[in-house]
T-cell receptor
């Protein structure tokens, strides 16, 4: 069974600094997708970034980038120039290419200190 | 991105009554919709997967007679919590996806309180 592990229940960062959230996953599939979702206090799930497993290049979306290490099954999220609005729960998620079902990690609560 | 609307955002109901939550994909046809339950400070727990025109597939431990799911069209799925009890109080979230999209789109969630 596919599993997603987020080993950091909580993280904090100073405003304008950089923080990295960790995620590892376990799968025997070769065709899959990885996602980072943000859940602010409103509880609306927002897609931050996604990575296709077949792509070697790490995905980037403005201040958000990932470090995708396929062999190590690692998918960390780097947030640069952290802003107060980045404070939220962050969930790493996996989806097999042959399914539409998402497997979520337990989440990391990010606090941004002014 | 695509828009998924979930309604109501909050509902309070009396113990023993039923409550229906709607999940609509506004600008795309959702072949599959998912229903999650989220306890405070925890991750999303998948309850069931519903495909348009067929019976929902429930995850282990989820009572299908308690949580009725209907996916009658490509844009609407409903979750009905029947004979609700205080322990059913939770945050329920739907998501919708289609084969054309690699990502799922989430509704705003529904906070259910059973008194």
């Amino acid at each position: 069974a596919q599993t997603v592990t987020q080993s950091q229940p909580e993280m904090s960062v100073q405003e304008a600094e950089t923080v990295t959230l960790s995620c590892t996953y376990d799968t025997s599939e070769s065709d899959y997708y990885l996602f980072w979702y943000k859940q602010p206090p409103s509880r609306q799930m927002i897609l931050v970034i996604r990575q296709e497993a077949y792509k070697q290049q790490n995905a980037t979306e403005n201040r958000f980038s990932v470090n995708f290490q396929k062999a190590a099954k690692s998918f960390s999220l780097k947030i640069s120039d952290s802003q107060l609005g980045d404070a939220a729960m962050y969930f790493c998620a996996y989806k097999w290419g042959g399914s539409e079902k998402l497997v979520f990690g337990k989440g990391t609560k990010l606090t941004v200190n002014p | 991105g695509a828009v998924v609307s979930q309604h109501p955002s909050r509902v309070i109901c009396k113990s023993g009554t039923s409550v229906k939550i709607e999940c609509r994909s506004l600008d795309f046809q959702a072949t599959t919709m998912f229903w999650y339950r989220q306890f405070p400070k925890q991750s999303l727990m998948l309850m069931a997967t519903s495909n348009e025109g067929s019976k929902a597939t429930y995850e282990q431990g989820v009572e299908k007679d308690k949580f009725l799911i209907n996916h009658a069209s490509l844009t609407l799925s409903t979750l009905t919590v029947t004979s609700a009890h205080p322990e059913d109080s939770s945050f329920y979230i739907c998501s919708a996806s289609s084969r054309a999209n690699t990502e799922a789109f989430f509704g705003q969630g529904t906070r259910l309180t059973v008194v």
